[in-house]
């Protein structure tokens, strides 16, 4: 091949190249008719997913937030919105953010807390396991229409129990806290404060639906004295360490902590 016939063939390619491009993007280019939000990109999708959650902390309307997203049926919709609520607290986006996503979340998973038996709120010396950190099965249907749980205005949260749990299966001991309203029902998205002598850090309710929408949790460091409070509690608790527990062979690990929150009765 010579150098013009070389260039006659350069040239050819570019002038198709160039002609594609214009037919494709300029003629006829492609369009998308009758989509879904499901065909999104990832971070589109995301974006969809914090808007109708933004929108039903206004609204309150939980079947037109499940009518957003229908399309979205082979994705586990309440663990998402988890994962997105913990992200965008990493990141130090807005609170209110973190909290829509965090309450539909819990709306979305249908699950309900079990009702604690404690009355005191004296850690015990006996340590006890509690049942509601085995994560409930998915819902499959909607959730009834019934009333959402929230904190009733003015009325601070106290603390209802403080136990050890010994959970040798547990990576890592966990500050674990349940926060409830007046009626006894999980209350999602209400955000508790840790504090200790080189740190603080804070975390919301309902950000992990399979284990309960009034539930959260912080990993604790064994030796560290840790102080909690809710940004709406009445009063902070002190002096929580991790507690000791003993397995089958009677080798001693980390217990974690356990905290029920509820609001008085109106």
């Keep these: 091949m010579n150098r013009r016939e070389l260039i006659s063939l350069l040239l050819g390619l570019i002038l198709g190249a160039a002609a594609g491009v214009m037919y494709s993007w300029v003629i006829n ?15 589109y ?17 939980l079947p037109r937030a499940q009518e957003r997203l229908a399309t ?13 609520a913990q992200l965008s607290l990493s990141e130090d986006q807005p609170v209110a953010e973190a909290r829509a ?12 807390a079990p009702v604690p038996t404690a009355v005191t709120a004296t850690p015990t010396s006996q340590p006890t396991e509690r049942a509601a950190l085995t994560p409930l099965p998915s819902s499959t249907t909607a959730p009834n229409a ?18 050890t749990i010994c959970r040798p299966d547990l990576m890592e001991p966990l500050l674990m806290v349940y926060v409830e309203d007046a009626f006894g029902d ?32 912080f990993a ?25 527990c003993t397995d089958d062979l009677d080798q001693p690990y980390a217990g974690s902590i356990e905290l029920i929150f509820q609001q008085p009765s109106p």
Excluded at 45 to 61: C, N, P, Q, V
Excluded at 76 to 83: A, C, F, K
Excluded at 101 to 112: I, N, Y
Excluded at 146 to 152: I, L, N, S
């Design 29 to 43: 280019p492609l369009s998308y008719n009758e989509t879904t939000p499901a065909s999104l990109r990832q971070v």
């Design 45 to 61: 999708r995301e974006e969809y997913f914090l808007l109708t959650a933004l929108s039903y902390a206004k609204t309150g309307e």
């Design 72 to 84: 979205f049926a082979e994705m586990d919709i309440s663990s998402e919105l988890g994962r997105l």
């Design 101 to 112: 996503l965090a309450q539909l979340a819990a709306a979305l998973s249908g699950f309900s």
């Design 146 to 163: 019934t009333r959402t749980p929230t904190a009733t205005p003015g009325a601070p949260f106290v603390l209802l129990s403080s136990d």
């Design 186 to 217: 999980p209350v999602p998205g209400v955000e508790v404060r840790v504090l200790w002598d080189s740190g603080q850090d804070h975390f919301y309710t309902g950000l992990k639906p399979e284990l309960g929408p009034g539930y959260g949790d």
């Design 220 to 244: 604790m460091t064994p030796g560290v004295v840790y102080q909690v409070e809710l940004v709406d509690g009445e009063y902070p608790v002190s002096s929580l360490e991790t507690g000791v």
